[in-house]
């Protein structure tokens, strides 16, 4: 008898760690979906010509000392190319690259920069925000 309670406490228990980790496995596939959610944001508002909007995604403390160009205006993206998918790179960050062509409207002429994109997850608010400088369009 006393074999058939350890063997049945001992079912439970191993029910009760696969369950937390089918738990912790949803928290991190909403984490992920959350940041593939933000970084398709991301890439449609710089795409689709608000390349400003960028900026709205810096972290608070970058935000607050970056000031947004003013040569933006001038500015035409003609491709956005992710070289690199996102990948985690701890629990709380990923990064991504990023190819974006453009011209200036008044030289139609072609350049493009590499964006090196580093991200953070707020475990507050549940949000995903850019921590490292936006490349500049020269």
């Known amino acids: 008898m006393n074999g058939t309670i350890l063997r049945i406490v001992g079912l439970l228990l191993v029910a009760t760690l696969l369950s937390g980790c089918k738990t912790l496995n949803l ?5 992920e979906e959350s940041l593939q959610e933000t970084l398709k944001n991301y890439r449609s508002a710089i795409r689709w010509g608000y390349p400003g909007q960028a900026y ?8 607050e000392k970056t000031s947004i160009p003013t040569n933006l205006n001038n500015i035409s993206i003609t491709d956005y190319k992710v070289i690199q998918l996102p ?10 690259t990023a190819v974006i062509s453009y011209i200036f409207d008044d030289r139609q002429v072609e350049k493009s920069i590499t964006d090196r994109q580093l991200w953070e997850f707020d475990k507050e608010s549940h949000t995903w925000t850019r921590i490292n400088p936006i490349p500049e369009y020269k």
């Open 87 to 96: 990948d985690l790179v701890s629990e709380t960050q990923a990064s991504q």
């Open 27 to 31: 928290m991190q596939d909403k984490k």
């Open 56 to 63: 709205n995604y810096l972290r608070k403390d970058l935000a």
